[in-house]
């Protein structure tokens, strides 16, 4: 519920978070909308390592983009690392979909263990970046 709070967002209720499945909260766009460039989080699965957080992000865009290694996508899933110390954010892996909401079957899936690119959501606005890192980054208790 902090994270709702942190993000600005409304908690779900309370038998939302019964089954294992992820739970998304929408920090940009809408994800009923196809033609949305959207970003969700799934703040239950975010586990602290000392200065770092890891938790899964998954972004649909409104058009046909490429990613950092020129793959074309409209959607992905991935895991994301953040760093409190620094205040950044890198891909560990991700999960790319030709069709928006993460629709279909993945096209390319990508380990970004050796060389992870910075989480940044170029080109949307407003850039739920800096939201999230502090979000997730925000002391507990």
């Known amino acids: 519920m902090l ?4 993000l600005g967002l409304h908690a779900p209720g309370p038998d939302a978070h019964a089954a294992a499945q992820p739970s998304w909260f929408t920090v940009s766009g809408d994800a009923s909308r196809v033609g949305a460039d959207t970003v969700q989080v799934d703040p239950l699965a975010l586990k602290p390592d000392g200065d770092a957080r890891t938790m899964p992000v998954r972004v649909s865009r409104s058009q046909e983009r490429r990613n950092w290694d020129d793959v074309p996508y409209r959607s992905y899933e991935s895991r994301v690392r953040i760093d409190c110390r620094t205040q ?3 891909y560990l892996e991700a999960t790319f979909y030709m069709e928006p909401l993460w629709r279909g079957h993945p096209h390319q899936v990508a380990s970004y263990a050796q060389k992870p690119p910075a989480m940044l959501f ?6 739920p970046t800096e939201r999230i890192i ?3 980054c925000r002391p507990t208790g």
């Open 3 to 6: 994270w709702a709070v942190a």
């Open 88 to 90: 950044k954010a890198h």
């Open 122 to 127: 170029r080109g949307m606005s407003p850039n």
């Open 134 to 136: 502090r979000a997730a």
